[in-house]
């Protein structure tokens, strides 16, 4: 929710970027350091130290959460030069391992009322991206779905069998 509620604040201003975020943070934070003597505000304040903007959605919010706790270095909302002079951005960078991660929701790969042929379009332009990616950064590109976020355990072995050692193994 924490990550919510920052990423629609700064989208007044666009994409955030790492200082927007942090300076957003930082002045949630100093709201909450008001209010220090009140129940609950030790809580307000992890969450908030924790929270970040540049979570697009739940599932990359729960996916950061595990990769630390997994003990993963993680870097967040990861811009790859396209073949046009955009950027494509990827959710996560394993820093140190050569490893991006995607997390996707099945609805990025259907949609209603479309045909067959919009479909395997839309499948199309996904694989492109990703074959840029992988070739232009020359790092692995790894992928989970909900599915894999039902527990840590189960976001670990999906991990795991992509040759990915987990850092710190937590009590399951």
Same mark, same amino acid.
């Given at each position: 929710c924490?990550?919510?509620a920052l990423f629609r604040l700064s989208r007044i201003k666009g994409r955030p970027r790492d200082a927007e975020c942090v300076d957003l943070r930082a002045d949630l934070l100093a709201g909450a350091d008001a209010l220090r003597f009140s129940q609950g505000i030790s809580a307000a304040r992890h969450i908030l130290s924790r929270a970040d903007a540049r979570s697009e959605s739940p599932l990359e919010s729960i996916s950061r959460w595990y990769l630390e706790r997994l003990g993963f270095e993680v870097g967040v909302q990861i811009p790859v030069a396209g073949p046009s002079? #955009?950027?494509?951005w990827i959710d996560f960078e394993l820093r140190g391992l050569d490893v991006l991660g995607e997390v996707d929701g099945a609805q990025k790969y259907r949609a209603? #009322?479309?045909?067959?042929?919009q479909i395997a379009a839309l499948h199309l332009r996904e694989k492109r991206r990703a074959d840029w990616i992988v070739g232009t950064t020359g790092k692995r590109l790894v992928r989970w779905g909900a599915a894999d976020l039902a527990s840590i355990a189960r976001f670990a072995r999906r991990l795991e069998a992509f040759g990915l050692r987990i850092p710190r193994q937590p009590p399951w």
């Open positions: 924490a990550d919510a002079g #955009g950027s494509y209603d #009322g479309e045909e067959d042929s």
